[in-house]
């Protein structure tokens, strides 16, 4: 009787993939990423500088706002935010905590404003001249959105003819003191 | 007679040997991986002076097409050609004018020719500038360079920061 001829298939045979076409590509998307990757990544803050003083009497008479929000920073004393309501001025004081400028009360009582005039947008931010900038960014840090994401503002968007929600207390920022001599 | 055969080891002469690239292949997939991460989006780049230590911010805004100035403690510039030295987180006097010291010559000198020779394009015509300064010089200087900047026509001044830490 004639046997059968068995074939023999090796189950643990190793086969090599060829990954020479998929290096080739990744060879050029390397400097291609590498020319428009970005290590430091940068952002900006948008500001306002009053430019020439009759212009900006212009403006005011042409929007007369009801209320005005100013911040000042003095290097030596805090924060006073000054709340201008119909002709009256109401100050608020943010004592050194510690010989450093107490942001987190800053912060706090910015939102306690932001509650009471929801329709104010604009912070005229009037720092002193010995502050560091860094410090002049972190204010304006303090004062563009709230901390808590629970803590909502309502916006009327004119849009969709309703209130919208937002998180943003006042996120344009007035240089007021830039004029003064 | 058994004749015992000698070994010769099988070496063929026109063999081609396949380089093992897995490991490469790999290391450029972590690469590609960590360059798409860091891969920027902003319309326009901006090179940072290594004078200068940016401050850092919350905010989220992309930079847009501007006049660039940049101030660290030792001199002013705008894109990278310098205008004024500064000694001591101040301006030196002969830059300034002498009946204003917030007003800083060079720099409105400059701010005015770029008005006037490219006054078709819009960020000059909406009157844009960013600014890099560093985060320890005080405000009494940034704010000579504001002041410059809003009589030269610019009002309209984006600052700078570096991604919130």
């Known amino acids: ?181 | 007679m058994s004749r015992r055969r000698r070994y010769e080891p099988n070496i063929k002469k026109n063999s081609t040997f396949t380089l093992n690239i897995t490991s490469m292949t790999d290391m450029f997939t972590i690469m590609l991986v960590f360059l798409l991460q860091t891969y920027s989006t902003a319309e326009i780049q901006i090179t940072p002076d290594s004078e200068i230590r940016l401050p850092a911010s919350s905010s989220m805004l992309n930079p847009t097409e501007s006049i660039k100035i940049s101030l660290s403690k030792s001199s002013l510039k705008i894109d990278q050609t310098k205008l004024a030295d500064v000694k001591d987180a101040d301006f030196l006097p002969q830059d300034l004018e002498s009946k204003d010291a917030n007003f800083i010559k060079p720099l409105f000198q400059e701010l005015d020719k770029i008005a006037k020779a490219e006054s078709d394009k819009p960020h000059v015509k909406e009157g844009r500038i960013l600014l890099q300064a560093d985060k320890d010089l005080p405000y009494a200087t940034l704010r000579k360079v504001m002041y410059t900047a809003s009589m030269a026509g610019y009002p309209q001044l984006k600052l700078i920061t570096l991604v919130g830490e």
């Open chain 1, 1 to 181: 009787m004639r046997r059968t001829k068995k074939i023999k298939v090796n189950h643990n045979s190793e086969f090599e993939l060829d990954l020479a076409p998929l290096l080739a590509v990744m060879v050029k998307l390397v400097p291609v990423l590498l020319v428009s990757s970005a290590f430091v990544q940068m952002m900006v803050i948008e500001s306002e500088l009053p430019q020439v003083v009759n212009e900006a009497i212009q403006r005011q008479e042409q929007q007369p706002t009801v209320t005005n929000v100013a911040v000042e920073v003095v290097a030596k004393e805090g924060f006073h935010i000054v709340i201008t309501e119909k002709g009256k001025d109401v100050v608020e004081t943010v004592p050194l905590k510690d010989g450093a400028f107490d942001y987190a009360t800053l912060h706090q009582k910015l939102v306690a404003v932001k509650k009471a005039h929801p329709d104010v947008f604009k912070i005229e931010l009037s720092p002193d001249g010995a502050v560091p900038y860094n410090d002049v960014v972190k204010v304006m840090d303090e004062a563009r959105q709230a901390r808590d994401t629970n803590t909502k503002f309502p916006v009327y968007d004119t849009k969709q003819g309703k209130n919208v929600e937002t998180n943003y207390m006042f996120p344009e920022i007035v240089f007021a003191n830039m004029m003064e001599g």
